[in-house]
């Protein structure tokens, strides 16, 4: 394999854009991140501001992979969804090669994962990237792997394969919540974290009396015990994370979760985890970039 060969991984979201120069073997040569999220793209400039944040990486570059949300209807070229179960092959059979624009030949986007769990059908777009990054990473084919975020995924993987994913909105459930519901005006959404009250609002939803009736609390342990807006935006943010857990883990016996993500969040979820019982380990958030670079090895570009 030719050591001058490189690949430009991109993990272009919602709200950001970022990317890394990668050398054949992986090694992270240069990184670097732009304000530059879908949202902020008109129609028919994607191209443009692809150019203007990697042309130079491009020019010496054999490949360029992109992960996320580029691939949906409202990004550059939008990726049709791989079916579960799927592997690192079957990504590689659906990627988007030459979105409009691109430099031709050397441009693909991933196109994402769909599956059907309770008759509804779930998405994920850049996720999948990182439960194959992880794989990669660790050496794993097997296990339960816990995404945490604004729509976080619970992948199941069996032989390197992801079989089957749901989605939960916690994330975006607690900016509702703590920024523009009623329990705004007793919460601090964006308080330092109170390890205590997270607690307490983790173990209120173990018990399984229902979000619906337990968030109120939120609001009355204000009014009437004196809870601060901060201890309570933590009390939310357990409470919403012991919900998803304790929901999630009533489909699950499958040992130990890899939490892959930002330590601060990747942390709450392995607390909740441990008050739940259940050990878990942390992968740091490079998963992206080992699993872009996998699926280019199975190009044969790179």
Same mark, same amino acid.
């Given at each position: 394999?030719?050591?001058?060969?490189?690949?430009?991984?991109?993990?272009?979201?919602?709200?950001?854009?970022?990317?890394?120069?990668? =050398?054949?073997?992986?090694?992270?040569?240069?990184?670097?991140?732009?304000?530059?999220?879908?949202? =902020?793209?008109?129609?028919?400039?994607?191209?443009?501001?692809?150019?203007?944040?990697?042309?130079?990486?491009?020019?010496?570059? =054999?490949?360029?992979?992109?992960?996320?949300?580029?691939?949906?209807?409202?990004?550059?070229?939008?990726?049709?969804?791989?079916?579960?179960?799927?592997?690192?092959?079957?990504?590689?059979?659906?990627?988007?090669?030459?979105?409009?624009?691109?430099?031709?030949?050397?441009?693909?986007?991933?196109?994402?994962?769909?599956?059907?769990?309770?008759?509804?059908?779930?998405?994920?777009?850049?996720?999948?990237?990182?439960? &194959?990054?992880?794989?990669?990473?660790?050496?794993?084919?097997?296990?339960? &792997?816990?995404?945490?975020?604004?729509?976080?995924?619970?992948?199941?993987?069996?032989?390197?394969?992801?079989?089957? &994913?749901?989605?939960?909105?916690?994330?975006?459930?607690?900016?509702?919540?703590?920024?523009?519901? $009623?329990?705004?005006?007793?919460?601090?959404?964006?308080?330092?974290?109170?390890?205590?009250?997270?607690?307490?609002?983790?173990?209120?939803? &173990?018990?399984?009396?229902?979000?619906?009736?337990?968030?109120?609390?939120?609001?009355?342990?204000? $009014?009437?015990?004196?809870?601060?807006?901060?201890?309570?935006?933590?009390?939310?943010?357990?409470?919403?994370?012991?919900?998803?857990?304790?929901?999630?883990?009533?489909?699950?016996?499958?040992?130990?979760?890899?939490?892959?993500?930002?330590?601060?969040?990747?942390?709450?979820?392995?607390?909740?985890?441990?008050?739940?019982?259940?050990?878990?380990?942390?992968?740091?958030?490079?998963?992206?970039?080992?699993?872009?670079?996998?699926?280019?090895?199975?190009?044969?570009?790179?």
């Amino acid at each position: 394999m030719s050591t001058g060969k490189t690949l430009v991984a991109v993990d272009w979201g919602t709200s950001s854009l970022r990317g890394a120069r990668l =050398s054949a073997t992986g090694q992270i040569l240069e990184e670097q991140s732009f304000g530059r999220g879908i949202l =902020s793209v008109p129609q028919g400039e994607f191209a443009a501001v692809f150019q203007a944040c990697f042309a130079p990486w491009m020019d010496a570059a =054999s490949v360029c992979l992109i992960s996320g949300m580029a691939g949906s209807r409202q990004g550059w070229a939008e990726a049709a969804y791989c079916p579960c179960p799927a592997g690192f092959g079957d990504l590689v059979e659906h990627l988007l090669w030459n979105p409009p624009g691109a430099p031709a030949d050397r441009v693909a986007i991933v196109p994402g994962m769909r599956c059907t769990q309770d008759d509804v059908p779930d998405v994920m777009r850049g996720e999948e990237v990182q439960i &194959f990054g992880a794989l990669r990473l660790t050496g794993l084919q097997d296990g339960i &792997f816990v995404l945490p975020g604004t729509h976080s995924k619970w992948a199941r993987v069996q032989n390197g394969r992801i079989e089957a &994913f749901r989605t939960f909105m916690t994330g975006e459930f607690y900016a509702l919540f703590g920024r523009q519901s $009623l329990l705004s005006k007793t919460v601090d959404a964006d308080a330092p974290f109170d390890g205590a009250a997270f607690d307490e609002g983790a173990a209120r939803a &173990f018990e399984g009396r229902g979000l619906l009736h337990t968030a109120f609390g939120a609001r009355t342990l204000g $009014l009437l015990e004196g809870r601060t807006p901060a201890e309570l935006g933590s009390y939310l943010s357990g409470l919403l994370i012991g919900e998803e857990l304790r929901q999630a883990l009533a489909d699950s016996d499958a040992g130990e979760p890899a939490l892959i993500g930002a330590p601060q969040l990747t942390g709450h979820y392995a607390r909740a985890l441990a008050l739940r019982g259940r050990t878990s380990r942390s992968l740091h958030d490079q998963a992206t970039w080992a699993g872009l670079h996998a699926l280019a090895q199975q190009t044969k570009l790179l």
